[in-house]
């Protein structure tokens, strides 16, 4: 199983990025997969989860603001990040799980929310 992060980046206050999370060696529409993040000293946070029938679960400080989709086809779950926060600055993660344990994760990609 392999999950490998992308899209992360510098932004300003306000601003979107799209991230990319795209799996190989397993067809991950069989599986929970669900988005993390973490800032260095902190406990990780759940941020959203895509479930095997498609329904979608968000943390209450990103509900409104970030949309978990996949597609099938590519692998790929994604997710969108609009009207970004200073305080969504973190490394992300995903991983085969949501908002419990989780057998495998990406390397994860820096998000910085900076003006």
């Known amino acids: 199983v392999h999950l490998v992060e992308s899209g992360g980046g510098l932004v300003q206050p306000g601003g979107s990025l799209r991230l990319s999370c795209a799996a190989s060696r397993f067809t991950f529409s069989n599986y929970v997969i669900g988005w993390a993040r973490q800032v260095p000293g902190k406990a990780l946070e759940w941020v959203s989860g895509?479930?095997?029938?498609?329904?979608?679960y968000y943390a209450d400080f990103v509900k409104g603001r970030f949309t978990i989709s996949r597609d099938i086809a590519k692998n790929t779950v994604y997710l969108q990040m609009n009207s970004l926060k200073f305080e969504d600055t973190a490394m992300y993660y995903c991983?085969?799980?949501?908002?419990?344990?989780?057998?495998?994760w990406g390397q994860g990609t820096q998000v910085t929310v900076s003006s």
């Open positions: 895509i479930y095997v029938d498609g329904k979608a």
């Open positions: 991983a085969t799980g949501y908002e419990g344990p989780a057998d495998y």
